[in-house]
Structure formats: C-alpha cells, structure tokens
C-alpha cells in the first residue's frame, strides 16, 4: 500500500461522508467501503445508462450488424457493395449535395446576419428581433414548412404567381421546388435561424478591445478578421456547419411532403425500405441505415479532428 | 463603418424579406379557398375535422409523457453526474448529443427490427407497447435538448450543499430529487419541456413508421390530398411553435442569474 493512501482515503471520506450512502461505512476499512460504495455511485446512472444502451446505442448496433451480414447471418461485405447500385448511390449523391449546399449557404448567411446584429451598428430591436425569429424558425421545419414552401414557391405559391404576373415565369426558367435547389432552399428555413442562435454568442465573444488592440499594432481590417476574429469563432463555426448537415442529411419530414417520393434522398429510399421492402433484400435496408450513420459520423469526426488542431494552433 | 452599417442593413432586409415572404404567402394561400374573397374558411374546416381533433390530442399526450419521461431520466441523471460521478461527465454528453448525429429515421428502423412481435420485448405487438415506444422515441430525440438544459439549470445552483442540507434534515434520496433539486431548476426543466413539446408534436417520421395516429402524419396525409388546409395547418404549426419559444423566453426571464451565489 503506497504511504498516504490512508491520509487520502479519510480524506475523501470526510469530503464526501455527509452526502454519501456509505456514510454508515466509515468503520469498515477501506477496502470493503469501497466495494459496498461502487455499485450504489452507479446505480444513480443505471437507469439513464440502461435506457441509453436499449433505445439508443443497441438498436443502432443492431442495424450496423445487419448490415455487415447477409440473411443467414453469415458475415459479408455483399450489402455495402450494393450500395453502390445507380438508385442508390444517386440518392447519397442527391443528399450529399443538398446537406453540403444548405450547410454550407446556411452557415455563411447565418453568419452574415449575425455579425450584422451585433457588429452592423443596427438599432437594437433588430438584434432581439432577429434573434426571436430565429429561435422559433430553427425549430419550424418538417411538414408545415414543406406547406409553407408550396404555398410560396409551388406552381400556385404566391411568389410564383406575381413573378408570373410581371412577366417572369419561375417554372420555364428551369425552378422547381421539387428539385435540388427547391429542397435546399426550404432546408435554409431552419438552417439559416440555427447557425445565427449558435453564433451569435461566439460573436458577442469578440471584445471591441481586441479590435483596437489590432489596429494599435497596425493592423489592417482584414488582417485583423484573418488573425483575430477568424480563429476565435472558427471552431463554433466549424462545428455548427457539422451540425446543419446532419440536420438536413437524416431529416425527411420536409422533403417527404414536399416531393412525395419524386426527389430519391436516401432518408426517403430508407423510408420506403423500412415501410415495404422495396429492395427485397432487408440486409440491404441496413446497409443503407449503416451508410447514414457513417457519413454524419464521419463529418463529426473531421469535426473534432479540425477542432483539436485548431486549438492546438490557438495556443 | 459607413458602409459597414449600409451592408448591415442590406443583410438584415434580405434575411427579414427570406424570412417573412413565406409566411405571408401561406397565410395568403390559407384564405383563398372562398373563391373571389379572403376568408378563414380553411381554418374552420381543419379546425372542424374530427381526424385534426384527434390527431393532434394524441400527439398532445404523447408530448406530455415524453416530457414527463425526459424529466424522469434527465434530472437525476445529470444531478448524480454533478455531484458524484464528474468522471462520467464526458461520457453521458456523448450518449445526449448521439441523437444530432444518428437521424431519427435510423433509431426508429432500429426499434421495429429490435422490439417486433418476435423478440424478447414485443413491444410492437400491442398498441400501447407501439405507443410507448413512441414515446421513448420522442425522448430519446429530445434528450440533447433536454440534458442542455437541466445541466444548464443545476449549473446555477450549488448541488453539494443543499443536498448535505437536506440529508442532515433526514431526506432520502426521492425527497432531495423531487423537493429539493427539481424545485431549484423548474425553470431549466420547464424551457427543456417546451423546446420538447416543439420538437415533438408535429414529429412524422417515428410517428409514421411506427404507424401511430399522431399528427405529423395526419399533416402529411392532408398535404398530399388537399389544397388550402396545408397551408392553414403549416400558420397553426408555426403558431404553436412561436407559442413554445415565447413561454421559454419568458421563462428564462424567471431563470436565477446569480449563478454564484456566495456560498
């Protein structure tokens, strides 16, 4: 036993002996103090743990499994081969491109809006305002906002008509909200919202002093964004735009109502395996879940890759 | 800065023009289903229809068991957490933000594979079993917010010695949770609980696979055999959103500041 274990054991135990069931315990010696101690430390957690690994964690696990076996339950790499069959990999392709393009259009719109807020010298109603909105428009999303879209933007939507009436026919210029470009623009409806509340805090976080600290050193304004402002809100940047994504890559609400089933992005191809085994092969079904889970997984983990360098580098 | 302030300006007006032309282009759809005149006729015949009724009062109760669930597992999850296991702190924040990165499309695939009529737990051969499978469902998506929030509010409160406080006054473990600890982050849990309800009622995709009469799907059934009713739902919708966010706003007004409070 290494000198002072004891001194550390009484130590602990007076630091925690009022608020600890083993407060009855203190006669016994350490060792079995300890033993009667551990288990009821993590019976405050089981439930939470229990209800984790049953509803979360297992039913993912299960699927992962699945798709890696073939319907014998022999292992295979057959499904995840198939994924690259036309169907499918266009409907990875199309949700791809629709969560980069409203990630990424979100992100940077979001945040010119939120720099203009708190930077722009705008009266203050607009800031409160903007923020309100955005709060409720971040959460606004699935089938009403398909609704919504319709109404605006569908071959009666109101904006369709009046550009019609001034001569300018959205339909024959190629637009259609039931395409790449309709979907990523109803995405930005919560998209947009959801950047400015994350990033507006970060901003608020840029000091006016840093400012002209930066100027006092000579440096210029872009200097002073490159060096300064950049690094500072990089990381909460970063990790919003992995957020979008995987916010519009699993969401089907919105797409579903919008399109039917005219627009093929995987959540709704795994929509319609899940509901009647259209692929006739449910290993396949998994596959296609498996694929999901890795793409939003792999955004996270170039996440936290790009984050860890990035405070690296700020220190 | 000038310029700076015109730019600011221009931003602002086109986010506000994105932001608002859809929602009055709804409500503008929403009362045309009189021909030649504006009326709310699309809002008495969806608010009339007994299917709206009952759809919507069952994703109501469904809202408020996920609730009650997420309380029940969050609170004393994140409460233990702060005061006993800080170890498993890193742990149990991954476990609540798995939900952002595995969509919901996925857990539900999940559950009817794991729980079906011939696993060891059928929780989908009875309808009350689908339901509260539902129901865990909606509290497995809320369980980011809802974590967020709790340990937002056990935050501004000093854990350590009010429980001491309350075990030298004889309390039990339930009594220090439900009397001493839920009372001092109500507000936490209320905003969590809003945020849960927003997020919840008109959910479509669990709602829709487990083949629960919930409103979401009921929204998708209307879109895709009407006309003016989806807009009028989409105006209620957002409705019951801003109605969610506005009592969480003033909530948080009520929410302790003093996060430090010398003691």
């Known amino acids: 036993m290494p000198p002072g274990f004891f001194l550390k054991r009484r130590a602990g135990m007076t630091d925690i002996s009022l608020s600890g069931p083993a407060a009855a315990g203190k006669t016994l010696p350490p060792a079995q103090a300890r033993a009667t101690r551990l288990p009821t430390q993590w019976l405050g957690v089981a439930p939470f743990i229990i209800f984790a690994l049953m509803f979360l964690i297992l039913p993912t696990l299960y699927l992962i499994l699945g798709a890696f076996q073939n319907a014998d339950g022999v292992f295979t790499l057959e499904n995840i081969v198939e994924l690259a069959q036309p169907t499918i990999r266009a409907a990875y392709w199309i949700s791809i491109k629709v969560s980069v393009a409203s990630s990424l259009l979100g992100a940077f719109i979001g945040l010119a809006i939120a720099i203009a807020i708190v930077r722009g010298g705008l009266p203050n109603w607009t800031r409160s305002a903007t923020l309100t909105f955005s709060g409720v428009a971040s959460q606004f999303a699935g089938v009403p906002l398909a609704f919504a879209f319709l109404a605006t933007l569908g071959r009666l939507g109101l904006v369709t008509v009046l550009l019609r009436s001034v001569g300018f026919d959205l339909y024959q210029h190629g637009f259609n909200v039931l395409s790449f470009w309709g979907l990523t623009l109803t995405y930005l409806y919560f998209q947009i919202p959801l950047m400015v509340v994350i990033i507006t805090p970060a901003i608020d976080g840029i000091r006016k002093e840093w400012g002209e600290a930066a100027a006092t050193l000579g440096a210029t304004q872009w200097q002073y964004w490159r060096m300064v402002v950049i690094p500072v809100i990089w990381p909460s940047f970063l990790g919003t735009v992995i957020l979008l994504f995987a916010n519009s890559f699993g969401a089907i609400a919105t797409a579903y109502a919008l399109t039917g089933s005219s627009l093929n992005i995987v959540p709704i191809v795994l929509y319609a395996q899940i509901r009647g085994d259209v692929l006739h092969n449910a290993n396949l079904g998994y596959a296609i879940a498996f694929g999901m889970i890795f793409i939003t997984g792999l955004a996270n983990i170039f996440y936290i890759w790009f984050r860890t360098r990035s405070e690296r580098w700020l220190k | ?263």
Do not use: H
């Open chain 2, 1 to 263: 800065m000038k310029s700076g302030k015109f730019w600011a300006w221009i931003t602002f007006i086109l986010g506000a023009a994105y932001f608002f032309i859809p929602l009055i282009a709804t409500m503008e759809f929403s009362m045309r289903m009189k021909r030649g005149e504006y009326s709310f006729e699309a809002y008495r015949v969806v608010l009339g229809d007994p299917r709206f009724q009952e759809s919507f009062t069952f994703s109501v109760v469904a809202a408020v068991f996920t609730i009650i669930l997420g309380v029940l597992l969050v609170v004393p999850t994140a409460y233990w957490i702060r005061l006993r296991l800080p170890q498993l702190r890193p742990v149990v924040e991954f476990v609540t933000l798995l939900p952002l990165v595995i969509p919901a499309i996925v857990i539900v695939f999940g559950y009817i594979r794991m729980y079906g009529s011939n696993s060891p737990l059928p929780f989908l051969s009875s309808d009350i079993g689908t339901s509260a499978l539902l129901v865990i469902g909606y509290a497995t998506l809320a369980l980011p917010y809802m974590y967020r929030a709790v340990d937002t509010g056990l935050r501004t409160i000093d854990v350590r010695t009010l429980t001491e406080a309350a075990q030298i006054l004889g309390a039990g473990w339930t009594t220090i949770i439900s009397r001493v600890i839920l009372p001092n982050v109500l507000i936490a849990v209320l905003s969590g609980a809003f945020l849960t309800f927003a997020i919840v009622i008109g959910e479509f995709t669990i709602a829709s696979l487990l083949n629960r009469p919930a409103f979401g799907p009921y929204l998708q059934n209307i879109g895709a055999n009407r006309a003016y009713e989806p807009a009028a739902l989409a105006i209620i919708a957002f409705v019951i959103t801003w109605g969610c966010m506005s009592i969480i706003q003033v909530l948080s007004r009520f929410a302790p500041k003093s996060a430090n409070r010398p003691n």
